[in-house]
């Protein structure tokens, strides 16, 4: 299966955003699938469901981004320079083709509050514009790893 048709399928066994583009993307080898669903739980729902903040796909994607081109140890220093540059670019691309790095601003409405996710819900704004923010993360994580 490929990467973007496994976060798109992580997203319907009602995993977020976060974890559905994060766990597709990292890298395998070094994290289980387990371990990256649990690390990037949090991020999801506009960061721990505020539903404001930054949406979980490109939460999700910027720790891909992350995990493989980050700064790990004292002697790379310019990797932190080149995984901001990946983010930056990353993000800028994201929010031309979406709209928006915001959960809030993607949906239309602040999820934040149960009445809303509920709205949210009944309005399938998560089963129409989530998979297509994943599906572009995707798109993007393909061209910047």
């Known amino acids: 299966m490929q990467r ?8 319907r066994q009602q995993f977020n ?6 766990t597709a993307y990292r890298q395998a080898e070094v994290l289980s699938e387990q ?3 649990k690390l ?11 539903g404001c903040e930054m949406c979980g796909a490109v939460s999700g994607a ?15 220093i310019e990797a932190k320079t080149t995984t901001y540059a990946l983010a930056r670019r990353f993000m800028t691309e994201f929010a031309s083709r979406i709209g ?5 601003e993607i949906l239309g409405m602040n999820i934040g ?12 704004l998560l089963q129409t514009r989530c998979p297509d923010a994943i599906g572009t993360a995707c798109d993007l994580l393909e061209e910047v790893l």
């Open 40 to 50: 990037s739980t949090v991020l999801g729902a506009g960061v721990a469901a505020t």
């Open 100 to 104: 928006s790095c915001t959960c809030e």
């Open 62 to 76: 910027l720790l891909a981004i992350s995990m493989r081109h980050g700064r790990g140890d004292l002697e790379s």
């Open 4 to 11: 973007k048709e496994q976060a798109i399928a992580l997203h």
């Open 35 to 37: 371990d990256a669903l």
């Open 113 to 124: 509050t149960p009445e809303n996710m509920e709205k949210a819900k009944a309005m399938k």
């Open 17 to 22: 955003c976060s974890q559905a583009v994060f």
